[in-house]
């Protein structure tokens, strides 16, 4: 083989992986960036002292405002770990908003 027809073959071997690489690519499935972990809220069962407390988490850091069926209800300040604990307060269905988001308290049964 001479030169020219040598350089001609080895050109299309080189060539030929690097056509097919874009769409071998794109065959491949792309999985989804990860989610970002929803907000959740929930309420412990009655204590002792006929109070519960309300936990959090998943949370952006900063404060968020609680709001309680009875009426309860204040700011809370949510931790750097996106989390938050209130205690003793009344037996009540819980919700969190923060931003334009409401957080429904999971665990309140009465």
Avoid: W
């Amino acid at each position: 083989m001479n030169r020219h027809t040598r350089l001609l073959a080895l050109s299309a071997l080189v060539a030929a992986p690097l056509v097919a690489a874009p769409t071998a690519l794109a065959a491949v499935p792309q999985s989804p960036p990860a989610a970002v972990p929803a907000a959740t809220c929930s309420v412990s069962g009655v204590l002792e002292n006929e109070k519960v407390h309300l936990s959090g988490g998943g949370f952006t850091p900063g404060t968020a405002h609680v709001f309680g069926a009875d009426g309860f209800g204040g700011t809370v300040e949510i931790g750097e770990n996106g989390g938050f604990q209130i205690m003793n307060v009344p037996p009540a269905q819980y919700s969190v908003r923060q931003g334009g988001e409401l957080t429904q308290c999971s665990g309140f049964s009465g």
